[in-house]
Nanobody, 127 residues
Framework: VQLQAYGGGLVQAGGSLRLSCTAS????????WAWFRQAPGKERIFVAG????????YYDDSVSGRFTIYRDNAEKTVYLQMTSLTLEDTALYYC?????????????????????WGQGTLVTVSS
């Protein structure tokens, strides 16, 4: 499975940005998606995830209410709509995908649970 993430860029504080990530190659039968981010000098942390079954969404508290994750299974793509961006949102954003049971409504939040990662797309929020 190959993941291609795009949509990062420079945006002013308070602005919006939408990230996308598309899977290609040999894809999984049932899978959850997640977005992580890594700020300079910090660990990669979970931002948002969406389950395979019923597309349940999960968010880190720092982005809840501002970010929205959604998926298009036909296009094998996940999106992260980011609004009300702050300087603290500046980071390299990674998408990840992992196989899950077909009726799974959970999402892994730990990096170790994912074996398939995108290359990262940089989001820079300026004041």
């Amino acid at each position: 499975v190959q993941l291609q993430a795009y949509g990062g860029g420079l945006v002013q504080a308070g602005g919006s940005l939408r990230l996308s990530c598309t899977a290609s190659g040999s894809t999984l039968d049932s899978y959850s998606w997640a977005w992580f981010r890594q700020a300079p000098g910090k660990e990669r942390i979970f931002v948002a995830g969406i389950s395979w079954y019923r597309s349940r969404t999960y968010y880190d508290d720092s982005v809840s209410g501002r970010f929205t994750i959604y998926r298009d299974n036909a296009e094998k793509t996940v999106y992260l709509q980011m609004t009300s961006l702050t300087l603290e949102d500046t980071a390299l954003y990674y998408c990840a995908i992992e196989n899950v049971p077909i009726y799974a409504e959970f999402v892994h939040t730990m990096t170790d649970a994912y074996h398939h990662w995108g290359q990262g797309t940089l989001v820079t929020v300026s004041s």
